[in-house]
Every structure is written in C-alpha cells, then in structure tokens.
C-alpha cells in the first residue's frame, strides 16, 4: 500500500523520512563538452570531483565523479570512465523518458535557460503539461535533460487521482488489457459509471476549457468525486474551441472513459458505445 501523505515542502522531512534527492547521476562520453555545457552554459557551480582507480570488480574501469550544484541542496553527477566505449543510442522513447527535471523558479528563469542554450547554438523544445511547464534540449552525452516551472501546486485531489490510476493500471493487466483505454475504463468503473458513453476527466484547472466547451455545446456533465463527467449520447470534443495543449489534450480522458473511442487525434476526441 502506498503511503497516501507525501506532499512536502522545500528541506522538509517525507513521509518514509527522506529529504529529497542528495544527486543524481549518469554516465558521460565527453566530460569537457559536460563541463562545458552544465558549467559554462547553463551555469551550475562544480562543487565535488572524485578522480579514482578502478576499484570493485577486477575490470572496473579508472574513472572521474564530478558534481554540479543544481539549487536546494541537491546536485547532478556524473561519471566518465576511461576508455569505456560510448553504446549504440536506446529508441528515443527509453531515452526521453529516462530524464532528469532541474526546476526554475518561474517563467522568467524558465526564458533565460532557454536563451542561453538558443545563443549556445542548442535545439529548445518547450512543453506545458499538466502541472509544469517545461524546456528540453539533448546534453553533449545525449541525455535528454529538462528544466521546469512550476504551474500549480499539487493537491490532494492530484493525489488520490494518482491511486486511482495506479489500481486502474493494475486491474487492467490483470486482465490482459494492452492499451492506455484499458486504464481509462478500470478508473471509469470504480467511479460510478454513467451507463453509457462518457469521459471522467479530473475537476483541475488545466482541463476546464473542455469542460467549459461540453456545457456550452449541450452535452450534460455532472461533479463526481473529484471528477467532471462528460456525457449525452454518442459526442465528441474539437481540441481548437477547448484552447487545451497537445500534452494536456491527450490526457482528457484520463479520469476514466465509458464507451469506446472512435477517434483521437489532434483535432477531435469521440466517443460512442
């Protein structure tokens, strides 16, 4: 069973009693383009360094560990080894998701990362999620680093949504479910269904343009537990007259959903039986 408190502020103690992240660290093929571009470009201050003989196993290779100061007491490290070949790139799935997020403390912050890495010469991408707002760029190592403001605080009601998906993720492989709408339904069916087609989408801000358009179009929607439900027969909601984001469009449904998707693509979600 997971803990159900485990919000916390800055320096405070969790609920299992740790304080955060002391560092996290990867492997590095290039430590002077690192140095560069974590020290120089982005600014980090280089506080630690380990220059070490192999030790451990008989082949473990001599190596450096040096980390950088990212803010609030917690640093981000990285380890070069001496001749230890650079492996062939994980598909890009494997490599977006394993990431680390450095966050900023608003969207000006946010904006000069971001310029100083454009006059760097590097590729920006910048995604709004959910709750963040966030800049993407590929380290000299290839990792693919993020730095992030915050755009709300997280709630209780972003809390027990998590346990909901969590037991909806498991009821559906459990029953041999393959697909994201698997979870959808699982959360849908312990939350009251409405008996025909619908969507349970989380009463948050970020989602009230869609909420907004299923009123204003006629489809009837109903407060339940912590959720919006939109439904009134066979429906479907036009992305550009919600206002919602790529990132946040996708993720409408993800209270729950009755009924069968028809289509969902950028433009359009439907829903029939």
Known sequence: MLPQKFFTGKGEVSGAGTVGANHTAFACWDPVATMRFYGEILGFPLVHAVPALGWGKDDN????????????????????????PRPEPVHQVLRQSNHIAVEVPDEAGLRAFRDKLQAAGYEVMTVEHETIESIYVDDPNGIFFELTRPLRDLTGLDADDARRTMDGLTAALDAGGTSIQDVWRAKALANSPVGGPAIHVVDQPEWQGAVDFARKTGLETEQRDGYVVIHGGPFEIRRRETGLNLAVWFTLPAGGLEGRITRFDREVLRVEE
């Open 61 to 84: 290779p001599d190596m450096v560990h040096f980390f950088f100061d990212i803010g609030n007491g917690d640093t981000l490290a990285f380890f070069y080894y001496f001749g230890w």
